[in-house]
């Protein structure tokens, strides 16, 4: 019996490790998602609209005419795993480009991308992953072959800060302004803590001690009473999820007066309906309309959806639309790699760079008009800026503004 | 004795010598020799992916056996190991990046730092036990994640630390393949350390701890200083663990080792067989192919044209998460000694096969 068994589960282990595929004219992007891990709550939307956008893709004739052979794999946020699923990729199929996910996954494959030369395209948007060359004294690793759409996590928080300041002026406000960082001691909420701070203290905040509060929700009373106390005006959320929902219903019991801000994975419709009466006048940065904006782009995003929800019903949040603009870009930089010199993932970073100011086709007024050189990874130096309002349940989001930053050669990298 | 081929039915060591041999037959010394002469030419027919693979199981196998030697050994517990492979991790980059000391002698020494540290953290080891002492354990797991979130000058903070590769006499050993050999020497070389530590008076010592700290004290064994140096061991352990997961990667970021990673060493070494230094390394051979070979599932089930809807590879995707959860209840209830017991009763079976007694 024990025999039995010990046989049949090596040579199960020999077969499923060595599945091959052949390819005739296709080329291969692998998908690391987190659809059961830490980071679900934003990773299965996003993870949604990088396959749906891939799927609507191939359904409509590939990269002109060479077909895009895709796997999906949800890394569930360990490390170990996602090494595993890139190395596999990039042994057995010859992958070329690769949609990434989180923080972990993605700083853990800088090197190995560099060295492979495989573009990756992630859903981290750190800002120490925009210095291709090292340029920044400050930046520690070059990340010659990562990609996001999107501004990164310091330049939306800069972004919200110039908000910031100019709400404090339009309200009438006295004196310096308190501004305080919320989150996690990990290294997403942390990302743009310190670049942040800078620019608040340049425009005249006055930045307090960070406060703590835990990735995982829970009960941060004490926290919104050390906000309180220190009479913040204006605090940066950092965390998402959970974490976000805990901290504003805690926020709302303490009775605090404070104008939160967030990164862009804390704020969508799921966590306004779920954190109730505390959401108001929810500020939090996005990069793409919403799926009830009408704009041209849309159009195309709608029938993307239809990929997996064909009755169209599906109300998608802005993570969807920013994974199928992520999906996009490598889209059109493949095309331009074909036509010069065929999909290699040296040509699709170079396709990258071949235009200026540059929407997808079919996107327009989705995606924000990106740039990227090879001496400066910022595609996006513009923030959409949305207020969210629970109104009693019947959430309303609406644009406030939309912030365009400066390049400055001192913020590449950080 | 060390000269039969075959195990003899019953137990004849008249000699400590022969109590005392790593190899109990010839066989199993030339398998073993057999297998590490394989292993080193195995780059010449295994992909990239193989090679990641392996690369794995020697980083996180190194780890895995000092918390053996902690847990299963000398009956301590500890649930901060996560953090410790961490450590590891970012001493040895911080090593090499502020003192310009070569990688090749910052593995090492990183090992040393961690070692330190973790005996900070097990002083309260030697004044309490159980839960306590789990609890305790806890604790430096948080605290050394909080303090990788704060310590710029030492973990770079948010954007990581930079590890160079591995460098000797000019070459870097920055792909899989050269990699693997690193891996696999280091592997060789802390398990047969392991071993060696097992046969010697202070393994037999923790071994003593373990099984009844009482008369080990009565015996003369100094409870606090094994259980200190036990952890001492472990932690030396993880740093090395550690310290080659940095410089594999190149980089290290304190995303990875939580609390989860911690739990994960402990389940592959209940898996592997508490108190086997084989089974340690069966049980991490386990933990890292099981979501490789459920993973391979998904993908052949892509094949299939039922297969590959996004509610089967989704679902799959989930079952995947809770096959490793299901794996360590199914251990525990039907096979608590691990693998190295079922291994040790296959070759029963077979010893005496087809007259078993």
Redesign the interface.
Not at chain 1, 15 to 19: E, H, K, S
């Given at each position: 019996m024990?025999?039995k068994i010990?046989l049949s589960t090596t040579l199960?282990?020999l077969?499923?490790?060595?599945?091959a595929a052949q390819a005739e004219d296709t080329v291969f992007v692998g998908h690391l998602a987190d659809?059961?891990g830490p980071t679900a709550f934003v990773g299965k939307p996003y993870a949604d609209g990088v396959?749906d956008a891939l799927a609507y893709i191939n359904a409509h004739g590939g990269i002109d005419g060479t077909k895009l052979e895709y796997?999906?794999?949800?890394y569930?946020y360990?490390?170990?795993?996602a090494?595993?699923?890139y190395?596999?990729w990039?042994?057995?199929k010859n992958m070329v480009a690769m949609q990434g996910w989180g923080?972990?996954d993605t700083?853990?494959l800088?090197?190995?991308a560099a060295?492979d030369k495989t573009p990756i395209f992630s859903a981290s948007y750190?800002g120490?992953l925009t210095d291709p060359k090292g340029k920044n004294p400050?930046?520690?690793?070059p990340a010659p072959y990562n990609f996001f759409y999107g501004a990164s996590y310091s330049d939306a928080c800069r972004g919200l800060v110039q908000w910031a300041a100019d709400d404090w002026k339009a309200k009438g406000g006295k004196g310096k302004p308190k501004f305080t960082h919320i989150g996690a001691?990990?290294?997403?909420p942390?990302?743009p803590?310190?670049a942040c701070a800078e620019y608040a203290t340049e425009l005249g905040f006055d930045v307090q001690p960070s406060v703590v509060i835990s990735m995982k929700p829970g009960d941060f009373k004490a926290q919104c009473l050390s906000l309180k106390s220190s009479g913040t005006n204006y605090g940066y959320i950092g965390n998402l999820g959970g974490s976000v929902q805990s901290l504003i219903k805690s926020c709302d019991t303490v009775g605090t007066d404070i104008q939160f801000m967030s990164n862009i994975w804390g704020g969508d419709k799921l966590v306004f309906k779920a954190a109730g009466e505390g959401v108001r006048n929810y500020i939090f940065p996005t990069m793409t309309p919403f799926w009830t904006d009408d704009v041209p782009g849309m159009k195309l995003v709608r029938e993307i959806s239809k990929m997996?929800d064909s009755t169209g019903t599906e109300e998608r949040l802005h993570h969807y639309i920013r994974g199928v603009c992520s999906t996009y870009f490598m889209k059109e930089s493949m095309e331009w790699a074909k036509a010069n010199g065929g999909i290699t993932g040296e040509n699709v970073k170079k396709g990258m760079y071949a235009h200026k100011n540059w929407v997808p086709k079919g996107l327009e007024g989705v995606c924000l008009a990106a740039t990227w050189t090879p001496e400066d990874h910022r595609g996006i130096n513009q923030v959409n800026i949305y207020k969210g309002n629970f109104n009693h349940g019947d959430i309303k989001v609406e644009k406030v503004n939309q912030v365009t930053l400066e390049r400055r050669t001192d913020w590449l990298g950080? | 004795m060390s000269s039969l081929a075959m195990r003899p039915c019953g137990d004849f060591r008249t000699s400590y010598k022969a109590d005392n041999t790593i190899f109990e037959t010839k066989t199993i010394r030339l398998v073993t020799c057999l297998v590490i002469a394989l292993a080193c030419a195995a780059p010449l027919v295994l992909d990239g992916y193989f090679l990641t693979l392996f690369i794995q199981i020697s980083y996180l196998g190194i780890a895995a056996l000092g918390l053996n030697i902690l847990v299963g050994f000398t009956g301590q517990i500890s649930l901060g190991h996560g953090a410790f492979f961490g450590f590891g991790a970012f001493a040895s980059a911080w090593l090499n990046t502020s003192f310009n000391i070569p990688v090749v002698f910052c593995i090492p020494l990183a090992g040393f730092l961690t070692m330190g540290v973790g005996m900070m953290f097990g002083m309260p080891a030697a004044r309490i036990k159980g839960l306590y002492l789990a609890i305790a354990t806890l604790a430096a797991q948080f605290i050394i994640q909080d303090f990788f979130g704060r310590a710029e000058w030492f973990t770079g903070g948010a954007s990581g630390a930079m590890a160079a590769p591995v460098s000797l006499f000019g070459f870097d050993f920055d792909t899989d393949m050269s990699f693997y050999f690193i891996a696999l020497f280091a592997l060789v070389f802390m398990y047969i350390w392991g071993c060696n530590l097992m046969r010697s008076r202070d393994g037999r010592a923790f071994v003593a701890v373990r099984d009844h700290y009482l008369s080990a004290e009565i015996m003369g064994v100094k409870l606090n200083k094994y259980r200190l140096l036990s952890f001492g061991i472990s932690s030396f352990y993880a740093g090395i663990g550690g310290a080659l997961y940095g410089h594999y990667l190149g980089y290290v970021s304190s995303e990875g080792f939580t609390i989860l990673m911690s739990i994960q060493f402990l389940a592959m070494v209940i898996i592997g067989g508490l108190g086997s230094i084989k089974g340690t390394l069966m049980g991490v051979v386990f933990m890292v192919l099981l979501p490789e070979v459920l993973e391979g599932m998904v993908g052949l089930m892509k094949y299939t044209d039922y297969g590959n809807l996004p509610m089967v590879t989704d679902g799959l995707a989930y079952i995947k998460e809770m096959a490793i959860g299901l794996v360590i209840i199914l251990f525990l209830i039907f096979e608590p000694e691990g693998l190295a017991h079922r291994w040790g009763q296959i070759k029963n079976y077979w010893k005496c096969y087809p007259f078993a007694y």
């Open positions: 024990t025999k010990l199960a282990c077969t499923f490790t060595a599945g659809m059961s396959r796997e999906t794999i949800d569930a360990k490390v170990p795993q090494i595993a699923s190395k596999k990039l042994s057995r923080t972990a700083e853990a800088i090197s190995f060295k750190s120490h400050k930046t520690t690793k001691n990990h290294p997403f942390n990302a803590k310190e997996s950080y | -």
